[in-house]
């Protein structure tokens, strides 16, 4: 019975110090699972411009849709008129890259984009989801296009 007794402590002993490693042990949250909140297709449902002491609701624009999409390594957006390319309102536009996320942090570097003097720059945002909603602010700078501003956008989660 003594011998019974010791071989149990023993294993709860032995038990308890594999819970604790499991428990203190366990890997860090990994991006993949910030990548996947981000996964999928995001409708623009508002946006702001700002410039140095000016702020221009840039969206929504009356007959536009503006999409943003992202799987675990690129991004791409997509924004066209709502009449099919038919009247004077007819737009198109499109990017597409390459983005890293760490937490908020969330950075694009361009690389495909029909107004080509944005390709291949990178730019700098915070990201904030909250349920279906996903929030996007930061700092758009090219130098040689004079652009330097602050954009704030919101999307909605598309369901697929």
Known sequence: MKH????????????LLCSALLFYCKPPATKINEHKAL?????????????????????????????KM???????FFKHDLSGGKDSTAVFGA???????DGENYSEHLEYCN???WENNDFHFTLTIN?????????????????????EEKYRRVEN
């Open 4 to 15: 019974f007794i010791t071989i149990m402590k023993y294993s709860l002993a032995v038990a």
């Open 39 to 67: 996964d999928g297709t995001w409708q623009l449902v508002s946006a702001l411009s700002i410039t140095k002491q000016d702020t221009v609701v840039t969206f929504p624009v009356k007959n536009q849709q503006v999409i």
């Open 70 to 76: 992202f799987n675990q390594s690129h991004f791409a």
């Open 95 to 101: 990017g597409s890259g390459s983005y890293t996320l």
């Open 115 to 117: 107004a080509r003097g």
């Open 131 to 151: 349920s279906d909603t996903l929030i996007q602010r930061g700092v758009e700078k090219i130098d040689s296009l004079g652009v330097d501003r602050v954009i």
